[in-house]
């Protein structure tokens, strides 16, 4: 897969926030931050309240800070996480929503996973742009304006989506490459012995 970057992107290196809600898919939090910390991309992990964040499945994360602190800060790339009830919460953050909005007008990335998706399409940014979700995760919601696909993970200008769990891997490569190139991807990608 071949990305090229076309968003406003820095000469330092490249920073990115997942928020982290109770009831987030532990999969794809850990994989993400594991994937990205490993091409040397600077992550902060944000719990949306100050308590130790209990994943979908009962492990436990502590975040490195939390949302209310770092809200106003600059980020290359907002990722959001999947999971139930996790999307569920960040959905219902309004500081969520509000990060969207000020990183899709600046032309940052904003990426998600899994059920998170509904989070962008509910916000609006989805309009007339391809995405990719969990299966069913999008039923109760009105997705006659985006173009939902199949793939594992799918680029629309500067939002990019992904299918869930088992496509984590191939989300964080790919945000990677976005980030910093396909020779950066490469060297995240070969240790991993995946072929």
Known sequence: MGCKAKFNMPNTMPTVLIPLAQGCEEL??????DLLRRANIHVTT????????TCARGTV?????TLAKILLQDFDLLVLPGGLPGADNLNSDPRIHQLIDRLNIENKLIGA????PKVLLTNGILKDKKATAYPASLNHLDTSN???T???????GN???SKGPGTAIDFSLTLIELLLGR???????????RS
């Not at 490469?186 to 012995?193: M, N, S, T, Y």
């Open 28 to 33: 794809e939090t850990v994989t993400l931050i």
């Open 46 to 53: 944000a719990s949306l309240d100050d308590k130790p964040v």
């Open 61 to 65: 994360i502590l975040a490195d800070t």
């Open 113 to 116: 996973i899994c059920a998170a």
């Open 146 to 148: 985006i173009n939902l």
């Open 150 to 156: 199949d793939a594992a993970v799918e680029i629309d």
């Open 159 to 161: 939002v990019i989506t």
């Open 183 to 193: 020779e950066a991807r490469i060297a995240v990608e070969k240790p991993l012995q």
